[in-house]
């Protein structure tokens, strides 16, 4: 595995690799990697021969400063876990790099309206500047993004569709802790008590789940017994509850063919997000988280 810290060894390297005939499997994080990033790269070994991550904690996409100077990094950590999963090259770069003299950003109507979106202003217009920059530095064919970031995830779809980016999005299962917890770099925050409160989350998704499965559909009723669910957790805040459409991320008042219903909600200073999507296949309903 290869580590290197500018665009211009990234693309000498991206370069031979495609010489070589491999198709290039990118996966971007911020490092302190978990189970959920090393999926993410088994995912992408499937689909392309040559494998990129890059790690960069990126501070324009955070809208509290200290959520941005308490975001957990390891960047020694990161290399092991990074070359045991079979990472051909790690694209760590410093804030130099990356941003000099920056006027540029990428940002998107519409499906940043709400979820996240609505919650932490900036976020987005952050991400998508940087993993825009991020596939122009990697040209990668494949990304791959977790389902946990439902928002991100559907958003960058419709991003490298927009900006006729020449390469396929992937969004992976989200992976869990054995409790259902699903993983997150910040998980590592949570106290105790906090994280046995954050199970409330998968116990209100499972429960949404159930009632559909008994053939609720009305978004009112379901979000109502999601954060009765989840306030049995006494999360310190709850950010949103909602159920949006998969194609647009507007709420929707009923579940339909695909939907996304998502959560926020805090335990302590640590803001945890899960979702579940609703597809509907051959007049049945189905749910993945
Ligand atoms: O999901 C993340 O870790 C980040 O938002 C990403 C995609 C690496 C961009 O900084």
Redesign the pocket.
């Known amino acids: 595995m290869q580590t290197v810290r500018t665009i211009e060894e990234v693309r000498s390297i991206v370069r031979s690799a495609r010489l070589d005939g491999k198709g290039i499997g990118f996966v971007?994080?911020?490092g302190y990697l978990h189970r959920g990033h090393t999926s993410l790269v088994e995912h992408s070994k499937k689909l392309s021969g040559f494998q990129v991550m890059?790690i960069?904690?990126?501070r324009i996409?955070f809208n509290d400063a200290g959520d941005f100077s308490r975001y957990p990094r390891d960047l020694e950590r990161d290399l092991a876990v990074a070359r045991d999963c079979g990472v051909d090259l790690v694209f760590a770069p410093g804030d130099d790099e990356m941003y000099r003299d920056r006027r540029t950003f990428v940002d998107m109507e519409l499906l940043t309206d709400h979820l996240c979106g609505a919650h932490r202003p900036g976020h987005f217009r952050?991400?998508f500047t940087?993993?825009s920059k991020?596939f122009n530095i990697v040209l990668p064919d494949v990304a791959v993004?977790?389902q946990k970031?439902i928002q991100?995830a559907v958003s960058?779809e419709k991003m490298v569709m927009d900006l006729d980016f020449p390469l396929k999005i992937v969004i992976a299962p989200t992976v869990r802790e054995e409790d259902g917890l699903a993983m997150s770099?910040r998980n590592k925050h949570l106290d105790p008590d906090e994280r046995r409160r954050s199970l409330c989350i998968i116990r209100s998704l499972r429960m949404a789940e159930g009632m559909i499965a008994s053939g609720e559909r009305s978004a009112r009723k379901i979000l109502s017994e999601v954060k009765k669910e989840l306030s049995t957790g006494r999360p310190d805040k709850i950010d949103y509850a909602s159920l949006v459409r998969y194609s647009d991320l507007q709420p929707a008042d009923e579940i339909s063919e695909r939907s996304v219903l998502a959560v926020a909600a805090f335990f302590g200073p640590t803001r945890l997000i899960d979702n579940m999507i609703v597809e509907e296949r051959e007049g049945k309903f189905s749910c993945v988280y």
């Open positions: 971007p994080t911020m890059s960069f904690v990126n996409q952050g991400v940087v993993v991020l993004f977790g970031d991100q960058l770099s």
